[in-house]
């Protein structure tokens, strides 16, 4: 089995920072791209960033510029910087992983449990 594990939530005033990590284990030939997805109340999940393997990353709009997106391959770990944190950004925030836990085997995704992270005005 595969596990996603997040850590790093939290409230934080408007214009803070904070940083959550992810981190990957169990039985895991390769991971491809691992990135965040964020859901708020009455609110689809949406894509907030994500990291391939070699590196290339993908934001959504609305955090460009504030949010860093990085990874350490080795550790098996996703890591999200955020930076000037507004009440928008509220949300609940999920880590993903593309795995292929064997070389024979397709890539599937799993899903961390959520860390919340509330920002007040």
């Known amino acids: 089995q595969v596990q996603l594990v997040e850590s790093g939530g939290g409230l934080m005033q408007a214009g803070g920072s904070l940083r959550l990590s992810c981190a990957a284990s169990?039985?895991?030939?390769?991971?491809?791209?691992m990135g965040w997805y964020r859901q708020a109340p009455g609110n689809q999940r949406e894509l907030v960033a994500a990291i391939t393997s070699g590196g290339s990353t993908n934001y959504a709009d609305s955090v460009k510029g504030r949010f860093t997106i990085s990874r350490d391959n080795a550790a098996k770990m996703v890591y999200l910087q955020m930076n000037s944190l507004q009440p928008e950004d509220t949300a609940v925030y999920y880590c993903?992983?593309?795995?292929?836990?064997?070389?024979?085997?397709?890539?599937?995704?799993?899903w961390g449990q959520g860390t919340q992270v509330t920002v007040s005005s």
């Open positions: 169990g039985s895991i030939f390769s991971i491809n791209t």
């Open positions: 993903y992983a593309e795995v292929r836990v064997r070389s024979y085997l397709n890539l599937r995704d799993y």
